[in-house]
């Protein structure tokens, strides 16, 4: 099965757009009851069993684990991941991009070591570096397009022939690097007019949204732009706003309670805008 095949059948039998990004900060776990010398493993497996029912994916952040040493506790809870649900889909957020060998490790890194079922990776190093991870037919290649953060404004919408550059990237993407059909893109939901414009020329193109939450994406705008016209299409990615819900003994419970609302929300609006399936 391929990573399309998998989230678009985790997208109807969850019913959730919904994306948990599992983003372990040091500074905030220290606060957290978790007695384990694996605690970066606990606190993602708390998550993952109170929440597995509301998701359509998780995304795990490989810097957080790298930084403080904890690889093998990201290995540890992607295999307990696929182990207890193996329907849903791992992504790995790692953003890589670069060439030759490096790139081919790159891509054996998320896919051979850690097991994922999709990568972030960046284009801007062109097609070549990004040939490795595109060459693995049956995971998903979640390619940077229009970012969430203020600075994308920096490169990305600057005019390259009269068109931004994202708008480059995605035509790119999209005729030249999806020979696979295993390429999404990354599009923040902080820019929904870059969104709508994303999705008028890529209708049927998987997004992966960011900045629902701390980074403050309007969900209904978000929705307005990027959904397609089954009323999917999307995985909405929000990360701090669940995980550190509470930052005391029921964090994982109110990880729940927020997913739960965040869930509601978004198919409330998507009944409004008459696209929920």
């Known amino acids: 099965m391929t990573f399309i095949e998998k989230l678009t059948q985790r997208w109807h039998a969850s019913g959730s757009l919904l994306c948990i990004g599992l983003d372990p900060d040091p500074d905030r776990l220290a606060r957290l009851p978790l007695a384990s010398e694996q605690p970066y493993f606990e606190f993602a497996r708390a998550i993952i069993d109170h929440t597995h029912e509301l998701v359509c994916a998780y995304k795990f952040q490989s810097a957080c684990y790298q930084m403080a040493g904890r690889e093998a506790e990201l290995q540890q809870s992607i295999r307990y991941l ?16 670069d060439i030759a060998i490096s790139a081919r490790h790159y891509a054996r890194e998320a896919f051979n070591r850690y097991q994922a079922d999709a990568v972030t990776v960046n284009p801007y190093l062109g097609g070549d570096s990004l040939q490795p991870f595109l060459d693995y ?67 049927t193109m998987p997004f992966l949204v960011p900045g629902l939450g701390e980074q403050g994406a309007n969900l209904k705008a978000l929705l307005q732009g990027g959904l397609d016209d089954s009323g999917g299409g999307l995985i909405i990615s929000s ?3 669940i995980i550190y819900a509470d930052e005391g003994p029921r964090f ?15 198919n409330n609006l998507r009944k409004k805008l008459k696209l929920l399936p």
């Open 137 to 203: 037919q049956d995971r998903g290649v979640i390619i940077l397009c229009k970012t969430s953060n203020p600075g994308s404004e920096d490169f990305q919408s600057l005019l390259v022939d009269g068109q931004p550059l994202y708008q480059k990237v995605a035509i790119t993407v999209s005729q030249q690097w999806n020979k696979n059909r295993n390429c999404l893109l990354v599009v923040g939901g902080t820019w929904p007019t870059e969104l709508a414009s994303l999705r008028r020329q890529l209708p």
């Open 252 to 266: 994982a419970q109110a990880a729940k309670e927020e997913s739960e609302l965040i869930n509601r929300n978004i």
């Open 239 to 241: 990360s701090r706003r």
């Open 82 to 97: 696929q182990q207890h649900y193996p329907q849903i889909p791992i992504i790995l957020d790692a953003k890589r991009g």
